[in-house]
């Protein structure tokens, strides 16, 4: 065995070594990335925000309400008026 062979033989080992290195290195980035995006997500014993409010709901935009709010006729019985209440907390306007 001559000193080339051996110098050859260093050579093969140190780049086979630098390959190895680099994909642990890869790795190690590529396992850290992922858990950091884990972390990222978990919600860690927070609470939900609540769901926004409804805009229909108890507005008086819906187009029953709309109707019924445009039907309005200050000349009515008191039995028309009641009737006109009722109809609005059933339509909840």
């Given at each position: 065995m001559?000193?080339?062979?051996?110098a050859?033989?260093a050579?093969?080992?140190?780049e086979a070594?630098k390959k190895i290195?680099k994909?642990?290195t890869?790795?190690g980035?590529?396992?850290?990335?992922a858990?950091?995006?884990?972390?990222a997500?978990?919600?860690?014993?927070?609470?939900?925000?609540?769901?926004?409010p409804?805009?229909?709901?108890?507005?008086g935009y819906?187009?029953?309400c709309s109707?019924l709010?445009?039907?309005?006729?200050h000349?009515?019985t008191e039995?028309q008026w009641?009737?006109?209440?009722?109809?609005?907390?059933?339509l909840d306007?």
């Open positions: 001559t000193i080339e062979d051996v050859e033989k050579d093969v080992w140190s070594i290195v994909a642990i890869a790795a980035v590529a396992l850290a990335v858990i950091g995006g884990l972390l997500w978990w919600p860690f014993g927070e609470q939900a925000p609540p769901p926004p409804a805009l229909i709901q108890n507005a819906s187009a029953q109707q709010y445009s039907a309005i006729d000349n009515w039995q009641t009737v006109w209440e009722k109809l609005k907390r059933d306007c």
